[in-house]
């Protein structure tokens, strides 16, 4: 079965940090994977996905993340992150050509960008 | 244009009351998905449909039941609520399970068993 790990459940930074996720996840085979993000008191956004091509993807706000298949990760980053920035972050991936597909999400990231 | 629209918002429920959750879509979607969400556990899949007329359970769904009762609302229903299933509760729909396409998800019903 797949799984995804974000290894990170808590993170804490200042504005003007930069900021990197990690997010691993465990299957051999095609994915799609995607970042949501889900700001306090709403649900869950898409900041971004990848599916084929350039690994580097780049989503809405500033973020991108690289999808590296070597290491089976897709890690998030921002250059500089804000105060509206914080928020939970999760990753989830669905695998390619297994039938119906089912996103499987990690535990999250809670971000806090303190001022 | 609405989205998904998930109602209620809030409900406290007793030990072995039973209720229902209520779940629409307005982009013509053909998959409908509830997760409920619960600290340091991320999002779990509880049924999903994957077209109108089809159900399927997903990684949790002891306890719960649905109901696809057209391509634009998919319904959760509790028989007897247990404190374990406290949780926030989150419907969301895409346009089919067999693309790249990403899940769009409602507000959420934060969902107490006393």
């Known amino acids: 079965a797949q799984s995804v790990s974000q290894h990170n459940h808590h993170v804490i930074l200042s504005e003007a940090a930069s900021l990197e996720l990690g997010c691993n996840y465990s299957y051999g085979g095609t994915v799609n994977l995607f970042w949501y993000v889900q700001y306090p008191g709403q649900h869950l956004q898409l900041l971004l996905k990848?599916?084929?091509?350039?690994?580097l993807v780049k989503g809405i706000k500033g973020f991108e993340a690289e999808f590296i298949k070597s290491k089976f990760s897709f890690n998030l980053r921002k250059p500089s992150v804000q105060w509206s920035d914080t928020a939970e972050y999760f990753c989830?991936?669905?695998?390619?050509?297994?039938?119906?597909?089912?996103?499987?999400f990690g535990t999250g990231t809670r971000l806090l960008v303190s001022p | 244009n609405a989205g998904v629209t998930q109602t209620p918002k809030f409900q406290v429920l007793k030990t072995g009351q039973s209720m229902t959750l209520q779940c629409a879509q307005d982009?013509?979607?053909?998959?409908m998905y509830w997760y409920r969400q619960d600290p340091g556990m991320g999002l779990r899949l509880i049924y999903y449909?994957?077209?109108?007329?089809?159900?399927d359970k997903g990684e949790v769904p002891n306890g719960y039941n649905v109901s696809r009762l057209n391509k634009r609302e998919f319904s959760l229903r509790l028989e007897s609520a247990a404190p374990s299933q406290t949780s926030v509760y989150f419907c969301?729909?895409?346009?089919?399970?067999?693309?790249?396409?990403?899940?769009?998800f409602g507000d959420g019903t934060r969902l107490s068993i006393l």
């Open positions: 990848y599916f084929s091509g350039d690994p």
């Open positions: 969301a729909s895409s346009v089919d399970g067999n693309s790249n396409q990403p899940q769009h």
């Open positions: 989830a991936v669905n695998a390619v050509n297994t039938g119906f597909q089912k996103l499987v």
């Open positions: 449909s994957a077209s109108e007329g089809t159900t």
């Open positions: 982009m013509n979607h053909n998959s």
